[in-house]
């Protein structure tokens, strides 16, 4: 393969998700040359993903091209591939069609994908949500399950096609739980003749005591009662034992201190179940692990040095939530970094930094994360903000934060385009409680 | 499966294309019972399906789901199937799924599939442009040949990832060729490091001795001297003879008069082939015409009665594409109608107002089409357009008819939302030169 800029410092960016961006913005103007690879063509804006399982936007709304976004970085090639392995003796990355990328600097951002906590057989009925193809197959199941509760004529059968059910009471699993209430009670009555979709039952599952754990707990609490207001079941402490074609196993173990074995297992009849309950580092972290001998955590990610480099390796850092990285605020406890993109940009831009440190033989300095809040959706006008201000924590919830969440994802969407198109596109769902990308081209079952 | 309105005439209707959409609108109001089916959830607006290929238009944009659109229309029950049978006599359409579907009145409105000419065996090199799941596969071609192209070091693999080749010279085939050269002089330029895309070269190989041969002569020229500026090879009177993973074959026939064999053939390196030249009639032509002992023309279309009955079964009807119709003016000989979507919808209202006057006893009449005109798009400010006006027909080409083409297809766009996003859509893209729908998520071939 071809490579720029020989007598410049080579720099390889792994992933284009917003730590690897990040990054690659960062070096903007640097005198090295960047070879930015994604096993994709888009830099996928994963916070509205949910959007595109829901029918509410197509995916060009929420995908743009890498080399679309980067054609007047001119320090900058981009380049489709699926990196496999990294060998850190030989200080290259290689391909799964054989491509060899050397580097002198290593940024690797490569993601997560879904964890079934050992279970890999549920993944076939119960799709996690962190790709587009994985956002078509749950579009795809969705709108199914109301076709064939359509045609279903057995009174049981059908409540099972009209029953979904989301895993995970995280910030992606309500945000799922909320719009298909809401497809089910705004969207979609009126247009079926043999079943009212508004009777569906949503439920979300959660095997903690809360929704939404990272915030504080008014604010799931508040969460809570938005959805149920929403029509959403809310079964906290309540944890899946089991997964198959036709239905969902959940056992709720026995209060604490209760006597005896108080704990109920029960089954709820569905087709339709939404993974959103485990994260597990990119399967590139272990390979890096066994390449440098780097230590991983037990969700498989890499346990970096305070600047995010790899103990004995500072030419290859970890960003995103492939890292298990800690933040340095001076005077303080390190803390761990959650996995939320604004981290994953800050590490991204940190790493960067680092390199040009490195470069100019400079010493480089511990990452510290800035935590501006956190703010999850639930549905139309609905849901939580905690964010930092000076005078300590703004918390708020329903409308004003349902507005402020559209408006902070929309700002951050990548490409003005996408940002118009969104807003056109949300301000007529509102408007008309319709979802327009409602599209199945292919009704076989994968 | 449940069946409304037990007592009212049965309509079925196959297939949710223009004539069958027509159909169902054309029965708002009447005293039956409609049961709408297609294998897809959408009504495809096929006109700018080469849009999604090209990466111009996300596919919500020109899909539409059916159910939405005859939500208010009470009669009608949209069903999600796929038809592989009509039981003539026990008067029954099957689905694959074992469903039954019973009618008094059946209008078949299946349209038509690819035909490669008995050359099955291309169509894994040159997919077709019918369905959204085509489309996906051509834009995924496109931009992965120039994603290939960018890591290839040999000249020769170079130069074959950067040709493409669109055979048949039809409207699509214009189109697709147009917009192709498009995407590589305007769109991509300036995004890749190793290439210049606008040195790709775009072929159009079409058989016959001129392009758009259903318009009048002058406007084919015109559309040649429109692509050639574009940058398009045009070949005319060239016919494809091969078609492989690497490459088309392509034999020129000698010149009729000539002496000996002066033939030419030869091969053209690609890895790029749109097949834009043979269309067919939907498979269920063959069953239909094996249930009722109806006739077939070569094409594979059912030979109708002029009301557009089936001889011998005038409870059913066919129209659009799988329809070899004739079009009946007072005081003319009968002439074909062509294979358009003007003539579709014309049909599938007949198909639909001659359905009522059988339930009134009131004699049917024959199909008359009304031929408004003809316009193709060649690309950006490019079009030939040749309507019919009160003062004879009325020919014009370039950015008016360019203007008149958007115009008109942004009018006929089903639904009030997606034409204001395609119009928005196509303004950046106009001014931006950018398509933005450049998204693949699944790079391995299929």
Redesign the interface.
């Known amino acids: ?2 490579t ?1 800029n020989n007598n410049k410092p080579r720099v390889v960016i792994v992933g284009a998700g917003f730590g690897g961006l990040e990054a690659t913005r960062a070096l903007a103007g640097a005198d090295v040359g960047i070879t930015l690879v994604d ?4 830099h996928l804006f994963q916070p509205l993903l949910y959007q595109v399982a829901t ?1 509410g936007l ?4 929420i ?1 743009a ?1 890498v ?2 976004l980067f ?2 970085q001119a320090n900058v ?6 990196v496999t392995a990294i060998d850190a003796r030989a200080r290259t990355v290689l391909l799964k069609d054989g ?1 060899v990328l050397p580097y002198d600097h290593l940024i690797v951002a490569a993601g997560a994908t879904h964890s079934y906590f050992g279970h890999d057989e549920w993944a076939a009925h119960a799709p996690g949500l962190k ?3 994985d956002a ?1 197959e749950i579009r795809r199941r969705i ?2 399950a109301f ?1 064939q509760a ?2 279903e ?1 057995d009174a049981e059968r059908r409540a099972a096609w009209l029953t979904f059910v989301v895993i995970g009471g995280g910030p992606t699993g309500v945000e799922m739980a909320g719009t298909l209430a809401e497809i089910a009670r705004d969207t979609l009555p ?5 079943i009212d979709p508004a009777k569906a039952r949503v439920l979300l599952v959660e095997g903690g005591p809360r929704v939404l754990a990272a915030m504080p707990e008014s604010l799931s609490e508040s969460a809570r009662r938005q959805l149920e207001k929403l029509g959403v079941e809310v079964r906290t402490g309540a944890r899946v034992t089991g997964i198959d074609g036709s239905g969902v196993e959940v056992s709720v173990p026995a209060p604490a201190g209760g006597s005896g074995d108080s704990s109920s297992n029960y089954r709820i009849g569905t087709h339709c179940v939404v993974w959103a309950a485990g994260v597990a580092a990119s399967p590139l972290g272990r390979h890096l692990a066994e390449a440098t001998a780097c230590p991983l955590d037990r969700a498989g990610r890499l346990l970096v040095e305070p600047d995010l480099g790899l103990p004995g390796h500072p030419e290859i850092s970890v960003v995103g939530d492939l890292a298990a990285a800690k933040s340095h605020a001076p005077g303080q406890e390190p803390k761990p970094v959650p996995g939320v993109s604004p981290a994953a940009k800050q590490m991204g831009r940190h790493a960067a930094t680092m390199v040009l440190c490195r470069i100019a033989g400079l010493p480089t300095e511990p990452f510290r994360y800035r935590d501006y809040g956190n703010l999850a959706t639930i549905g139309r006008n609905s849901a939580v903000v905690d964010i930092a201000s000076p005078l300590g924590p703004l918390r708020f919830t329903g409308f004003p934060a349902w507005l402020f969440w559209l408006f902070a994802h929309i700002y951050f969407l990548i490409g003005f ?2 940002r ?2 969104v807003l ?2 949300w301000a ?1 769902a509102y408007w ?1 409680k ?1 979802r ?8 076989e079952p994968r």
């Open positions: 393969m071809a720029q096993k994709t063509n888009h029918a197509s995916a060009p709304a995908a091209p080399r679309h054609r007047t090639t981009s380049l489709l591939g699926d491509g790709t587009l193809e078509f709108l199914l076709e359509e045609r004529t009126g247009e079926f003749r043999h385009r996408n118009i198109v056109i596109d007529s008309s319709q327009y990308a409602r599209v199945v081209s292919d009704i």
